[in-house]
């Protein structure tokens, strides 16, 4: 084992000097054994960035090296758990607090149902057997680095995480142990036998994500917004409705009052799918901003590890990561203690490489053993002052497909989602048309294009309005503002407290969407025949419509054709009136 001895220390990063040391190597350090990372090499002087609170660490202390990169046990006991940064458990140990030196340690109990035989040839991820027990079944599988004959297999019983299970007969004719866990760098994405298009959404439950700026199944969203925004309620929101298997959930250097409510609501959210905890199907990675700022920057690798090992087991992930501003910080005042030359606004210059490597974790893909898994990454960006040309949220645009960009005005107007439609876009929306239509839903990428159209002439239309006032306007004008009003109010405004608003299916969506499309084209013939805007504005079945969210739920779908035909009939009666007083 490599050692060294400290020569300088600054907070978390420190200098040693010592030989046989390789570049992001694990290190322990001093007598408490704390866990660190060499992350530079000088001849024989390495620098350390040290995961755990350096306080009393003196010079001469010693550092040992680990002889493998930083690595996280990988296991059944993972689902359902909280953790820090670094995987260790922040809940079922029996003390509130995590001991300096402590390390990652699957030891959990499961049921072990084997499916393979001795002298039965395994490749890389192969499934061997089936972990009961848990919250839900698991399949075990070979880590991506292990293949070879089963020479020997345990029978059928319960045994802890990190019991051998079976031993391989690998190719260069040594054998290897293989148990439920096994650890996996984390700044190493796990390999996958090939990549797939991003065809299909991942339906969220939120209209104006689902229907004006979809996110695909395996793609890469940003969620940037100032504070008081509402950032981690629609995280909470999206974790809650997703169609994901697993939520992994990222809590990367936010106050830790807001982390705190996190893991206090967490375990107690139902989940609409089975009707269970939602913590059976999650893991949260909790790593607030008074924890040593380097396990912040370790934290989101550890998650997207964590995401990736799930992926693998077929099951498809959605990555939440709440916020990489935080993790960028951490970044900048871990540089700034190496000395790096400072990039914009002094971000290190390899800024957006680090975010690039995040990002492009996400994925649709074949994995290992034949299955089709996903993970889709959904970061949170917290710019100062709500400046979206600061440098975090910039860089970030390059590699995702869907930004939902929060917006102040409309947060404090309580205005939910505050996702701003003219500042917001997705890439994901020619690829995803073709699962609409697939769902009978031809017009969708129609409508979405109307409606964006009316809420951009609204924009225009408003300014106008605070100069000469909205009676003044002309009567077309006034049209498009009260359809703007009805797509804003009855569309793109959701109650997260209302039982039947709260989710919105495709199906449900879409007759909304429908309905809509359809006032606008009616009050565009009665404006031609001849109708008053105030007409219009009068008419009750203009509050059925901008109520039918929750007024009419998923159970009643037929109800949307009733409140059509309704108004039909409205715009119908209307245009004869018109007719008759020509």
């Avoid at 979405?448 to 609204?458: G, H, V």
């Amino acid at each position: 084992m490599s050692d060294a001895k400290i020569k300088w220390i600054s907070g978390p990063v420190l200098r040693a000097r010592g030989t046989g040391f390789r570049m992001r190597e694990a290190v322990q350090v001093g007598e408490s054994h704390l866990l660190g990372e060499v992350i530079r090499l000088d001849g024989d002087e390495i620098t350390v960035q040290v995961y755990e609170d350096t306080t009393g660490l003196k010079i001469g202390a010693a550092v040992y090296g680990a002889g493998r990169p930083l690595s996280i046990p990988l296991g059944p006991g993972l689902l359902g758990g909280i953790f820090d940064g670094l995987l260790r458990p922040l809940s079922g140990t029996g003390t509130p607090y995590v001991m300096p030196g402590q390390r990652p340690v699957a030891r959990k109990i499961f049921g072990f149902v084997p499916v393979t035989r001795v002298g039965e040839r395994l490749g890389r991820g192969a499934v061997f057997g089936l972990a009961q027990g848990g919250p839900r079944e698991q399949p075990l599988l070979l880590p991506p680095d292990a293949e070879g004959e089963v020479v020997e297999a345990a029978a059928a019983g319960e045994y802890a995480e990190n019991a051998p299970l079976l031993t391989l007969k690998q190719p260069d004719g040594g054998t290897r142990a293989i148990a439920m866990c096994s650890d996996w760098p984390v700044r190493a994405p796990r390999p996958v036998a090939a990549r797939l298009p991003n065809d299909e959404p991942l339906l969220t439950g939120l209209r104006i994500v689902d229907s004006i700026f979809p996110i695909a199944r395996g793609g890469r969203a940003a969620i940037p917004g100032g504070f008081g925004t509402g950032k981690t309620v629609l995280l909470e929101t999206l974790a809650r409705w997703c169609n994901a298997d697993v939520i992994v959930y990222v809590g990367c250097g936010e106050r830790g009052n807001e982390i705190a409510g996190v893991l206090e609501e967490f375990p107690q959210l139902e989940d609409p799918r089975t009707g269970r905890r939602l913590m059976e199907r999650t893991v949260v990675i909790a790593n607030t901003s008074n924890m040593p700022v380097s396990a912040r920057e370790a934290s989101i690798y550890t998650g997207a590890t964590v995401a990736e090992y799930f992926r693998d087991q077929g099951l498809h992930v959605a990555l939440m990561a709440d916020s990489t501003s935080r993790w960028a910080e951490a970044l900048r005042e871990i540089s700034g203690r190496l000395g790096e030359l400072p990039g914009e606004s002094a971000y290190p210059a390899y800024l957006s490489s680090r975010l690039a490597e995040f990002y492009e974790r996400a994925a649709r893909v074949t994995t290992l053993a034949g299955a089709e898994g996903s993970i889709t990454l959904m970061g949170s960006v917290s710019p100062p002052s709500g400046d979206f040309s600061e440098p975090v949220t910039t860089h970030t645009k390059r590699y995702i497909r869907s930004f939902w960009a929060l917006d102040v005005k409309r947060a404090q107007a309580r205005f939910y989602p505050a996702i701003h439609p003219l500042q917001s876009y997705s890439e994901d929306v020619a690829v995803l048309a073709g699962w609409w239509q697939e769902q009978g839903n031809a017009q969708w990428a129609a409508w979405r294009r109307k409606f964006l159209t009316l809420l951009e002439d609204q924009a225009r239309l408003e300014r106008m309005a605070r100069i000469i006032g909205k009676d003044a306007m002309p009567a077309r004008a006034q049209l498009t503002l009260l359809c703007a009003d009805l797509v804003n109010e009855g569309f793109l405004r959701q109650s997260a407290y209302s039982e039947t608003d709260r989710s919105c299916s495709p199906a449900r969506q879409i007759a909304m969407m429908k309905l809509l499309a359809r006032f606008v084209e009616l009050m565009e013939q009665a404006h031609a025949a001849g109708v008053r805007p105030e007409q219009v504005a009068q008419l009750p079945v203009l509050r059925q419509i901008a109520r039918m969210s929750e007024d009419i739920p998923e159970a009643e779908l037929e109800r949307f054709q009733d409140l059509g035909a309704v108004l039909e009939q409205t715009f119908t009666k209307l245009r004869e009136e018109a007719a008759a007083n020509a």
